[in-house]
Every structure is written in C-alpha cells, then in structure tokens.
C-alpha cells in the first residue's frame, strides 16, 4: 500500500504550509502533533502517526496525561527525538495553562484552588497526591508532589504530606489528588486518609485548609462538603 508522504498534499492543506496561511489555530490536533513529528517511517507519514494519536479525543484521553519519555516512546513510529519533542510541547501547555507567578496565587475559596490544580491533574493517568504550602494570608509558596500511585490509588503517609510544610515554613497547607476515572467523588479510603491528616494537622500547629479531589472538569472540595 502507498503511503502518501506530507510532500505529496496539496501545498495548502501540508500542516506546516496552512499553518502559515491561516494561523494555528486552523489546524486539527492530528496537524499540530504532524508538526512536531516532522517526519514519519517507512510504513507511515508523520500524519498518520499524528491521527493514530489524536483519534477518539487521544489528545486529550491519553497524550494531555503523559510525563515520562517512555510512555511516548511505546507508540510505533516515535523514536526518544520525537517523543522528547512531542513531551516537551506537552509540558509547555500544562505550564501555560497554569501560568502564574506563584507568590501571586491566593486561594479565596475551593474553587481558587481547584482551577489552579486542574490543568496539571485533570488528564493524569495515574493518582498525584499534592501539597500546596499556604502562608499565613493563604497565598501559595510552594507545591509538592508527595506521592504518585497507580491506575486506582496513591498511597500517602502523613509524614510525607507535612514535612515539606515543616521545612518551608508554611502556615497552612491544603492537599489534593486527582481521579483517573474521572469521577472526584471522595472514596471510603480518601475520607480515613482526610481524617488522619485533619488530626496531624492539630498536633502538629499547620492547619489542614481542604482536601480536593479533582476529576474530569470537575472537583470535590471537603471543605465545601463540611468534611473536614
């Protein structure tokens, strides 16, 4: 079978060419990755690589979700160079999205918080459990991954979760993690592990702020609940 090579589009419709003449936002997610590949194999152009790995909303489902080089690498046609550069393209629009110089951060309510731990946990595959160091006006000075879990949980010890707050110095601290299923729904197990944290957080003198959950565009907030 022949495969079509990107010199064989017409010249409007090569990813790069309308990107020029349009401007990208015009071109599909297929496109913008093609870009990035540059070149594809023998068997595949780089668009059809691009369109394996953008169908079914994989942009989002799958590649928004990916932090490491060997999760890229395992998809046929993308070599170390390719897949570096597709991750590193990732990790600048997870940046973006978030982007804001951190002392400036203030969480007025869940909601504050939720928005700003979205884009870094809303497509991960596996379980993030984060701290986020608060000062005494709840400003953020500083986040944290404690502990990454599997498909399904994350295990954390309340040791993990405080000292980061002991060394900085922080007044307060607020945790999240996010659902891979998409569903924040707090689990039998997410409630005793708030418990434990709650109770921590009194002997030790650093105030829990809120445990929230986040899924798929959507969030719990223990705090908003009265779970806390």
């Known amino acids: 079978m022949h495969i079509k090579a990107i010199k064989e589009i017409p010249v409007n419709d090569r990813p ?13 997610d297929a496109e913008l990755i093609a870009i990035l590949l540059r070149t594809g194999t023998a068997e595949k152009s780089a668009l059809d690589i691009a369109s394996e790995m953008a169908a079914d909303s994989g942009l989002y489902k799958h590649l ?24 590193a393209a990732l990790e600048i629009g997870r940046r973006i999205a978030s982007a804001k110089p951190i002392e400036k951060i203030h969480f007025s309510c869940p909601q ?38 599997s498909l399904s949980n994350s295990i954390v010890h309340p040791r993990e979760v405080f000292t980061p707050a002991i060394l900085q110095h922080a007044a307060a601290i607020m945790v999240a993690h996010n659902h891979p299923s998409g ?18 957080s009194k002997v030790l003198g650093i105030p829990l702020v809120d445990h929230i959950i986040i899924g798929d565009g959507n969030y719990y907030s223990f705090l908003e609940n009265e779970a806390l």
Not at 19 to 26: C, D, E, F, I, V
Not at 184 to 198: A, Q, Y
């Open 16 to 28: 790069r060419e309308k990107m020029a003449l349009k401007g990208a936002t015009a071109l599909t």
């Open 112 to 149: 504050d918080a939720a928005d700003f731990l979205m884009p870094r946990l809303r497509y991960a595959v596996k379980e993030q459990f984060v701290v986020i160091l608060l000062n005494s006006k709840n400003k953020v000075i500083g986040t944290e991954v404690v502990s990454e879990g």
């Open 64 to 87: 928004a979700g990916i932090t490491r080089l060997n999760e890229l690498t395992n998809i046929k046609g993308l070599g170390q160079a390719k897949a570096a550069t597709v991750l």
């Open 183 to 200: 569903d924040p729904r707090p689990s039998d197990e997410d409630k005793e592990l708030t418990g434990t944290l709650v109770r921590s």
